[in-house]
Structure formats: structure tokens, C-alpha cells
């Protein structure tokens, strides 16, 4: 529970920082972040703003500001021998083109979607107040939205390459054979809703059947899988890759195969369901599926 309303509190300061001071005179017991976040929404005045301007903002500043590393990396020599796809590296014009695009269904389609964000929290029983929740709690949650996110994103993505999706929708987000960080959102608005599903509604549905969750792990949770899919999108394999210390997470190995062979590997985050299901894509998984039927064939003649 919130210990108070975010509106209510006093607002004889009218600036930014006067807000904070005041309320961190009262509020001792508040750390930093959280007398920061109680100040926005007291000077904002309007929690829908104040929500829908926190998340706009926040997405799009860790959307470019994690690409950027990407097209900085893209330019130095010394790391073009990471990079999966050989000297596949994106040109400054091609990054540009897909950066536009990238921007103008940000501003046309999920902008209103985040306005309505707030709404939506609070009628799922979102809390928006201080202080936050334990980073253990946080933790726990935002690893629970990963499993989810993945197992509905590996179901949708792959019915889009179900060939009248695919023409129709998906085929923008397959522009790019050798994908870069600032292509992973370069998609139909149609794809970015429904993959976009996986994403918001995981923690909805978590709200509403548990009653417990803070705006803000939402959030956190957001920058991780922004995180996820710039990094999936990267088109560089290093020796210190995530997938090399966890080997069910998915990273660039497993999606940049995806963007060259047009085939398997649909899972975002995690390798479990192309697995199970025996989609994974790539020659190794090529030779375990051959030297399986050779094993049958094998037997049968037995
Ligand atoms: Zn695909
Ligand atoms: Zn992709």
C-alpha cells in the first residue's frame, strides 16, 4: 500500500525543485527516488501527465540511449570480429532510415498508447505511490514477466511467419537480414501492438491476480526488455555474452539467425520453447535434427 496519495500532498512551491525540497522536509524516511518521484506528481497535478510523460520519456531515452552504444561500436574496427554476420555493419544513411521510422511510430502509435497507461494501472490496482517496493519483490516480478513475455511472444511470432501474416505484417521487421540495436522496434504497428501485448499485459495480468505490483517495476521492467531486445538485435556475439554464463537466455546468437534464415529461433528472451517445440534455427541445430532421423532411420532398419 502507498503510504500517501501522490496529488494530495502540499503544494505551496510551485517549482520542481521548491516541491522537493518541502516534501523532503517532511519525508524523511523517503529516499532520494522516492522524494523525486512523490515531487513529480505533486507538480505535475495530474497523475495521468505525469505518468504518460514519465514513460514516454523514459521509453525513448532507453530505447536510443541504449542503440547508441550499438552505433558506436558499429564504427570502431577493433570489434568488427564479433560481429555474427561478417562485415554485414550497417551504413550511418541505413541507421538513420530505420531510426525515422522507428520515431514516427513511436510518436504516432504508441503515444497514445502510454497516455492511457495510467488509467489502465489504476484500474488493475497498480500502486503509483512512495515508498517503493523491495528490489527483492522487484526482482521476483520482473523475472516472472520475462517467462510470460517469452512464451507469448515465441506463440505470436511464430503465427507471423505464417505466410499471409508474414506478408502483411511482419515482413517491415525483416528488412534488416543482419539486424542492429536500433532495428529491433522497426516494425508494422500491428506487430508492434500484438508482440507489444507480451510486454504490458504480463504485468496487468499479474496485478490483477495478485493485487501487488508498483508502477515502477513496471517500468524497470520495461527498460529490461527494451534492454533484451536491443541487445537480441545487436548483431555482435562477444565471449562474454549473457547466453555463454546462462545458457537458456537467448541473446544475439539466437535472434540474428532468426534475421538471416527466416526460420526458427522465435523465442525473444529465453531458448527453452524453440527447444521444446524443435524450431531452433542454425547449423548446429540442423545437425542434431539430421543425426536424430539418422538414429531412427537407423533403427528402423533393424
Ligand atoms: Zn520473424
Ligand atoms: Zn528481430
Not at 125 to 147: H, Y
Request: net charge neutral; hydrophobic share 45%.
Amino acid at each position: 500500500m502507498s503510504a500517501m496519495s501522490n496529488s494530495t500532498i502540499f503544494t505551496a512551491p510551485d517549482t520542481y525543485i521548491g516541491i522537493y525540497n518541502e516534501l523532503s522536509k517532511y519525508n524523511v524516511h523517503l529516499n532520494i527516488f522516492e522524494r523525486l518521484w512523490a515531487s513529480w506528481y505533486a507538480y505535475m497535478q495530474n497523475d495521468v501527465l505525469a505518468t504518460g510523460i514519465m514513460s514516454f520519456v523514459m521509453h525513448e531515452t532507453v530505447y536510443f540511449g541504449r542503440s547508441l552504444p550499438w552505433i558506436i561500436i558499429g564504427r570502431i574496427p577493433y570489434f568488427h570480429k564479433y560481429k555474427i554476420q561478417g562485415q554485414k555493419i550497417p551504413t550511418v544513411a541505413e541507421q538513420w532510415a530505420c531510426a525515422k521510422l522507428v520515431l514516427l511510430s513511436h510518436f504516432s502509435v504508441e503515444l497514445p498508447q502510454i497516455w492511457l497507461f495510467h488509467p489502465l494501472a489504476k484500474a488493475c490496482g497498480m500502486d503509483t505511490g512512495v515508498p517503493f517496493p523491495a528490489w527483492t519483490t522487484i526482482a521476483f516480478q520482473i523475472a516472472v514477466f520475462f517467462v510470460l513475455e517469452d512464451a507469448w511472444h515465441y506463440w505470436m511470432h511464430r503465427a507471423m511467419h505464417w505466410g499471409p501474416l508474414y506478408k502483411n505484417i511482419h515482413k517491415i521487421h525483416h528488412q534488416y537480414s543482419a539486424p542492429f540495436g536500433l532495428a529491433a522496434e522497426y516494425a508494422s504497428p500491428i506487430e508492434t501492438m500484438v508482440l507489444g501485448f507480451g510486454t504490458v499485459f504480463s504485468p496487468i495480468i499479474w496485478a490483477l491476480v495478485t493485487g501487488n505490483l508498483h508502477i515502477l517495476t513496471m517500468y524497470l521492467w520495461i527498460t529490461c526488455r527494451l534492454f533484451q531486445a536491443i541487445d537480441a538485435h545487436s548483431g555482435y556475439e562477444f565471449p562474454w555474452s549473457l547466453h555463454h554464463f546462462l545458457p537458456f537466455w537467448a541473446g544475439a546468437e539466437h535472434h540474428d539467425v532468426h534475421h538471416e534464415k527466416f526460420v526458427g529461433n522465435y523465442a525473444s528472451s529465453f531458448r527453452w520453447w524453440d527447444y521444446v517445440m524443435d524450431t531452433e534455427s542454425g547449423p548446429e541445430a540442423a545437425k542434431r535434427r539430421r543425426e536424430k532421423k539418422e538414429k531412427r532411420e537407423a533403427k528402423k532398419a533393424q
